[in-house]
């Protein structure tokens, strides 16, 4: 079955600590997003990256990063430098960005709770 | 700046009509999409409109009229799994997605 995987679940961490959710898929997508997703809010969009190896800053990227070392993953590393980082947090696919409206395909998340 | 609005919540009847309103003011237009979101769950799509008009999907239809910025999803025959969010997003001129906070329906019996 082709589809996007991301685990954990649920994922607490205590304050300070980096935590690192992961994002797979197998959809054969060049184009992979990281979204987070607060109460009462819009999907806000972290990083994204369209090719191996490249990977472009979103709204609200500070206190993030990212690797794009193969098409398949796409890891998402929460620092302790992100003031609020208690979110679900949702990854996503599309087939290409560049200039072309492509329809994004999302994981089933991870929510992520830090004490 | 750029700016998309939808009702927060929605209440429906099952087996009844509900229409839920998007309007945006964005920097450029490249299409709009509708996902369907359940609590805890990945968003999945449900329409794209670039052109202005009705597109029927099944129970699903959605409408956009660029000249007004205004757009609105139509679920006919509610059931009560169609209890979910519904989220709106605009593809703007650098062909990012804009989200609104979407609207989460519930379908009473």
């Known amino acids: 079955d082709g589809g996007i995987t991301q685990s954990p679940k649920y994922l607490f961490r205590k304050e300070g600590q980096n935590v690192t959710l992961s994002c797979e898929q197998n959809?054969?997508?060049?184009?992979m997003y990281w979204y987070r997703q607060d109460p009462g809010q819009g999907l806000r969009l972290i990083y994204y990256s369209q090719i191996v190896n490249d990977f472009q800053k979103g709204d609200i990227a500070e206190g993030y990063s990212v690797s794009r070392e193969k098409k398949e993953s796409f890891p998402l590393t929460v620092t302790s430098a992100q003031k609020n980082p208690t979110a679900f947090y949702l990854c996503?696919?599309?087939?290409?960005?560049?200039?072309?409206?492509?329809?994004?395909?999302f994981g089933p998340g991870t929510r992520l709770t830090v004490l | 700046g750029q700016n998309i609005d939808q009702p927060t919540e929605m209440t429906a009847t099952e087996g009844a009509i509900v229409q839920i309103n998007c309007t945006y003011q964005t920097s450029g237009f490249n299409g709009l999409f509708w996902y369907q979101q359940h609590a805890g769950e990945a968003p999945t799509f449900l329409s794209y409109n670039v052109l202005d008009g009705l597109e029927e999907k099944g129970r699903f239809s959605s409408f956009l009229s660029r000249s007004i910025g205004y757009s609105y999803l139509l679920l006919k025959e509610l059931q009560m799994k169609d209890s979910a969010s519904y989220l709106c997003?605009?593809?703007?001129?650098?062909?990012?997605?804009?989200w609104g906070a979407g609207t989460k329906l519930i379908i009473k019996p």
């Open positions: 996503a696919s599309s087939t290409s960005t560049d200039r072309v409206v492509n329809t994004q395909y």
């Open positions: 959809l054969n997508h060049d184009a």
């Open positions: 997003a605009v593809v703007d001129s650098n062909y990012q997605l804009i």
